[in-house]
């Protein structure tokens, strides 16, 4: 299973996350706001606007909200160009509005910002600076152009053309400043959810693997017994239709498939783990279940424990898929970038166990080693190497490994050989990446040897 970018959801499909019910409540809002406002000014503070204009404006945002509640079901979610038309109707209606009430003479044009800002975090760049570049045409417009307010003795209510130039700059910045930042956090947001996606993937695929192969693991046991009857049977009516040719390769054939049958069972059950002794393994075997696929890749991988421990006395842990996808990820990183070897040194005491991946390639980028796990990063792939599947240099994978050993409580360190990040305590140690894991012992190790009771298969 690969994790590339166009298995997740895409910037174009996240403009469809927004549904039409949304923006009719915030145009409710806003309704009322220019109601309320247009009754203060009028009532209150006497001011002299072209009130029927103002509601004819306020009344084509009601139509419009009633049209689409009528046509629109409330589940509907607005497609990129339709959220682009329904923000880029607020911004004109507001603006005409602005326009009737004294451009940016009036405080309020400042909310001029609001559908910007919206646009910058639902809408896709070309969209957003569309609807942006509108906003800023507006604002200069109505610094121009505009009926002024009066009082209710006919003066003109206006600021100094300095304080309307301030605000046409401020309310300019502020609308380049809140769509980046918006645009910015709204990306950071969806590429850590993308990720996360991505990671629940995995690690469901491990656990379905795991499960699977549990149950191949007792069907093979279950199996193992009328397997070897029909071999046995099919032997020794071998011996006894050998004088007739074509019965005689009916019962070789029946053997011949017995035992392929056997094969199969074998193959598929090495993962096998439903029963309590699969479930835990010692620690150099989950490491070397995890580094199996990758054996095979021409790069040496060498797996073991420091010569200063005894390989008999090592932790007894439990298979868990995401210590397995986890470790297989990185060694995978490692098998990718190596030029000839790849090492993984065990290490472990009485409080911790420590797993060392190192590679002899050209090892991480210095300006990235304080980015490495986070995704859709990558630089470490050079033109000359041949591209993995799946992960177009996007550091998902790093990412997905990194948070599933990290919610078994694993703590990573990436560094380069000799760069004094690292302990050196290999003779010989590689310079090229290094990737540190360690957990507290107690989090993976079992310490109860207990297999439990045998379970039929039904």
Not at 113 to 125: E, R, W
Not at 137 to 165: G, K, S, W, Y
Not at 308 to 335: F, K, S, Y
């Amino acid at each position: 299973m690969t994790y590339d970018s166009t298995d997740l959801m895409t910037k174009t499909m996240r403009s469809s996350w927004i549904r039409i019910r949304t923006m009719i409540l915030v145009r409710w809002i806003a309704i009322f706001g220019q109601l309320t406002a247009l009754f203060v000014s009028v009532q209150i503070f006497d001011l002299v606007i072209e009130v029927s204009w103002c509601l004819f404006a306020i009344g084509l945002s009601i139509l419009g909200n009633i049209v689409a509640t009528v046509i629109y079901p409330e589940t509907k979610r607005l497609s990129e160009s339709e959220n682009m038309m329904m923000i880029m109707f607020d911004l004109c209606q507001l603006a005409f509005l602005l326009f009737l009430t004294g451009g940016l003479n009036n405080p309020f044009s400042v909310l001029l910002l609001a559908p910007v800002v919206i646009a910058s975090s639902v809408l896709t760049l070309g969209y957003a600076a569309l609807i942006a570049a509108t906003a800023l045409f507006m604002i200069t417009l109505l610094a121009f152009f505009h009926i002024p307010l009066r009082t209710e003795q006919l003066f003109i209510l206006r600021t100094a053309d300095l304080f309307v130039f301030g605000n046409w700059v401020a309310i300019g910045v502020g609308m380049i400043f809140l769509s980046l930042y918006a645009r910015r956090v709204t990306q950071e947001m969806n590429t850590m959810g993308d990720a996360l996606f991505a990671t629940q993937m995995a690690l469901e695929r491990e656990q379905k693997l795991t499960a699977l192969g549990g149950v191949v693991a007792a069907a093979a046991h279950e199996l193992g017994t009328p397997l070897a009857t029909i071999k046995l049977t099919s032997a020794e009516l071998m011996d006894e239709l050998e004088d007739e040719p074509d019965l005689y390769e009916d019962a070789k054939l029946i053997r011949d498939q017995a035992d392929r049958c056997r094969d199969i069972l074998r193959s598929m059950g090495r993962a096998g783990k439903d029963d309590k002794h699969m479930q835990t393994t010692p620690l150099t075997q989950l490491i070397q279940e995890a580094a199996d696929p990758h054996l095979d890749r021409g790069i040496s991988i060498n797996i073991q424990p420091l010569k200063t421990l005894d390989a008999r006395d090592q932790p007894i842990v439990n298979r868990r898929p995401e210590i397995i996808h986890g470790l297989r990820n990185m060694i995978q990183n490692a098998v990718d970038f190596a030029r000839t070897h790849v090492w993984v040194e065990v290490e472990w005491t009485t409080e911790v166990i420590v797993i060392r991946i190192m590679d002899d390639g050209k090892g991480y980028p210095s300006d990235m080693l304080g980015r490495l796990g986070d995704p859709f990063v990558g630089r470490r792939r050079s033109s000359s190497q041949k591209k993995r599947p799946g992960y177009e240099g996007m550091g998902l994978g790093l990412f997905i490994a990194k948070t599933l050993l990290e919610r078994t409580g694993a703590l990573l360190i990436f560094a380069n050989g000799g760069d004094g990040q690292t302990p050196n305590k290999v003779s010989g140690q590689p310079k090229g990446a290094i990737v540190e894991i360690s957990w507290p012992r107690a989090s993976i190790e079992i310490t109860s040897t207990k297999l439990g009771d045998n379970q039929l298969l039904m």
